[in-house]
């Protein structure tokens, strides 16, 4: 039987950050800036009770329409009830007149940004703290007042750090999510991750889904598949092919998957769904910026994001 919603402090006090946890939803949540401690402890505590008071309906919320969140979107389907639900259909409709996707592409992302909005709605504009992050494994909904900035550091699946990003108040981006075949979910392509920026977190882990799907070399023999229902009882793709495993690729085929995720990703980026991307295979990687896609190397020389794997909160 499964155990109701917990909540913990990470750092050993209330002056740290919020962990809530429930079944597969799992939170980590930051609350800071103001003129004086005083103030940051009484926002932090405030921000937190309201987190938790809307974390307790989340699971039981998603499990009321889970028939409807597993079935394709398309551009004039039903629309969910709940908040949560809401806010996965909207991240998912603009793609699916085109492609087979579902609105649980983007549950991780939506639940992030349902709570966010909860604190922030206990707040008056101008009486709040200026930045709050709510972390949901990876996928990142932020709040920043003007003068706040979040980093978001890089790292490989064997701990190796490979840098960090900023996002400040001034730019669109309030969203960050991770997808590909090291993450929690099942991926139709190859990429070892694609870190997607968008204006808000679901927008972000269903952009990462499509370009992560994108990344891929069909029929390729070192390519392991297997349907989704067979990988997982309960997916949402049905008998839909999934990455099972990656093996040895040259290092052209290896670029080749990668520019066909960039295709993917420069599409999303002109039509506003994405802000800016990272997509990672094997040795290689790309990092999708305004008009064209950088290299690795170019990347790194410069002040832009690198994921091979998953993202974490920096405070």
Same mark, same amino acid.
């Given at each position: 039987?499964?155990?109701?919603?917990?909540?913990?402090?990470?750092?050993? *006090?209330?002056?740290?950050?919020?962990?809530?946890?429930?079944?597969?939803?799992?939170?980590?949540?930051?609350?800071?800036?103001?003129?004086?401690? !005083?103030? !940051?402890?009484?926002?932090?505590?405030?921000?937190?009770?309201?987190?938790?008071?809307?974390?307790? &309906?989340?699971?039981?919320?998603?499990?009321? @329409?889970?028939?409807?969140?597993?079935?394709?979107?398309?551009?004039?389907?039903?629309?969910?009830?709940?908040? =949560?639900?809401?806010?996965?259909?909207?991240?998912?409709?603009?793609?699916?007149?085109? %492609?087979? =996707?579902?609105?649980?592409?983007?549950?991780?992302?939506?639940?992030? *940004? &349902?709570?966010?909005?909860?604190?922030? /709605?206990?707040?008056?504009?101008? $009486? +709040?703290?200026?930045?709050?992050?709510?972390?949901?494994?990876? /996928?990142?909904?932020?709040?920043?007042?003007?003068?706040? @900035?979040?980093?978001?550091? =890089?790292? +490989? @699946?064997?701990?190796?750090?490979?840098?960090?990003?900023?996002?400040?108040?001034?730019?669109?981006?309030?969203?960050?999510? &991770?997808?590909?075949?090291?993450?929690?979910?099942?991926?139709?392509? =190859?990429?070892?991750?694609?870190?997607?920026?968008?204006?808000?977190?679901? !927008?972000?882990?269903?952009?990462? &889904?499509?370009?992560?799907?994108?990344?891929?070399?069909?029929?390729?023999?070192?390519?392991? +598949?297997?349907?989704?229902?067979?990988?997982?009882?309960?997916? *949402?793709?049905?008998? +839909?092919?999934?990455?099972?495993? %990656?093996?040895?690729?040259?290092?052209? @085929?290896?670029?080749?998957?990668?520019?066909?995720? %960039?295709?993917?990703?420069?599409?999303?980026?002109?039509?506003?769904?994405?802000?800016?991307?990272?997509?990672?295979?094997?040795?290689?990687?790309?990092?999708?910026?305004?008009?064209?896609?950088?290299?690795?190397?170019?990347?790194?020389?410069?002040? !832009?994001?690198? %994921?091979? $794997?998953?993202?974490?909160?920096?405070?």
């Amino acid at each position: 039987m499964m155990s109701g919603p917990v909540a913990s402090y990470l750092d050993g *006090d209330a002056g740290g950050r919020l962990h809530l946890h429930h079944g597969p939803i799992d939170l980590v949540i930051g609350v800071d800036g103001a003129v004086s401690r !005083e103030l !940051e402890n009484y926002y932090r505590q405030h921000a937190y009770a309201l987190a938790y008071r809307r974390f307790r &309906t989340v699971l039981d919320e998603l499990v009321a @329409e889970l028939p409807l969140l597993r079935s394709p979107a398309v551009p004039h389907g039903p629309e969910p009830r709940g908040d =949560i639900a809401r806010r996965m259909m909207a991240a998912v409709r603009p793609y699916g007149g085109d %492609c087979f =996707i579902t609105p649980m592409a983007a549950v991780a992302g939506a639940v992030a *940004d &349902t709570v966010l909005a909860a604190m922030l /709605d206990g707040f008056a504009p101008d $009486n +709040r703290p200026r930045r709050i992050y709510v972390n949901n494994g990876g /996928d990142i909904a932020l709040h920043l007042d003007a003068g706040a @900035e979040f980093r978001v550091g =890089i790292a +490989r @699946e064997d701990g190796a750090d490979l840098g960090a990003f900023a996002i400040d108040a001034d730019g669109p981006t309030r969203g960050i999510a &991770t997808s590909g075949r090291g993450g929690r979910s099942l991926s139709m392509g =190859i990429a070892d991750s694609v870190t997607a920026l968008a204006g808000s977190a679901a !927008e972000a882990d269903a952009a990462a &889904t499509m370009i992560g799907n994108a990344v891929d070399l069909p029929d390729h023999p070192s390519v392991m +598949r297997m349907p989704a229902d067979q990988v997982k009882d309960d997916s *949402d793709l049905g008998s +839909r092919l999934v990455v099972t495993d %990656c093996g040895a690729l040259s290092h052209a @085929e290896i670029g080749r998957a990668l520019d066909a995720g %960039c295709a993917t990703g420069e599409t999303l980026r002109s039509r506003g769904l994405v802000h800016r991307a990272a997509l990672f295979l094997k040795d290689q990687g790309r990092v999708i910026i305004g008009a064209r896609a950088w290299s690795r190397h170019a990347a790194i020389a410069g002040d !832009e994001t690198l %994921c091979l $794997n998953r993202s974490y909160a920096r405070s």
